[in-house]
């Protein structure tokens, strides 16, 4: 006749847990604090940007400048503003579907949000922030055969800043993926009937620091 102590197998059962849990890795904090070199005034350019809506369709302009400053370091906080975007604009006009042709007017200021932080991560291995560009609000008008059409495009998208190469002034701001969609409200006239509801914006910015003319380094 066996017998049976419960007392033992719970013993063994935590023993074992126990072991789970210290052979797991442990979770990477987020930073509580961020640094900036330099601060300041900042610009940003970028050759084709792209918007594409939930139904496939892309409105594609040539070029896009940027303005803004980062604060003073260190930023504390997580996440936390690491900069403010006090002027976007995209050439016009920029083309879509349907032999269209469209103007993007942006209201800033936007901001970007710094989430988390990778060392020797990036496109350089130099240091990568994962982030958000945040308060996005622009109006979208434009006309094709189908007619004319303008819309709103609100809210923010993931971002990643990669740090610069020792020495360069290849920072770059990139908006490509991250699974965060733009809203698409306000839709006014007839060629608005084939655009979506939601959108994704994918560009990749040259950013570069107007007191030292290099790109700024982030870290956390």
Do not use: H
Not at 2 to 30: D, Q
Not at 150 to 162: E, I, L, M, P
């Amino acid at each position: 006749m066996f017998t049976f102590k419960r007392s033992g197998v719970l013993t063994a059962i935590g023993a074992a847990a126990a072991s789970v849990v210290l052979a797991a890795p442990s979770a990477v904090a987020a930073p509580t604090s961020w640094t900036i070199t330099p601060t300041g005034n900042f610009k940003g350019s970028a050759g084709v940007t792209v918007l594409t809506d939930n139904n496939g369709n892309k409105i594609q302009c040539a070029t896009s400048a940027a303005s803004g400053s980062a604060p003073t370091s260190p930023v504390a906080g997580s996440p936390a503003k690491l900069a403010s975007i006090s002027a976007i604009s995209f050439n016009s006009p920029c083309t879509g579907p349907f032999s269209s042709t469209w103007t993007v007017t942006t209201t800033p200021p936007w901001e970007i949000w710094g989430l988390d932080y990778a060392a020797g991560a990036g496109t350089n291995s130099t240091g990568q922030v994962t982030g958000e560009i945040r308060a996005i609000k622009a109006k979208v008008s434009g006309s094709s055969i189908l007619g004319p059409c303008t819309f709103d495009v609100t809210g923010k998208v993931a971002a990643k800043y990669n740090n610069p190469t020792a020495g360069g002034s290849n920072g770059t701001l990139n908006t490509a993926g991250g699974g965060l969609t733009l809203s698409i409200a306000n839709k006014v006239g007839g060629g608005c009937g084939i655009v979506g509801t939601t959108a994704s914006f994918q560009g990749l910015y040259t950013i570069i620091s107007t007191a030292t003319n290099k790109s700024p380094v982030i870290s956390g």
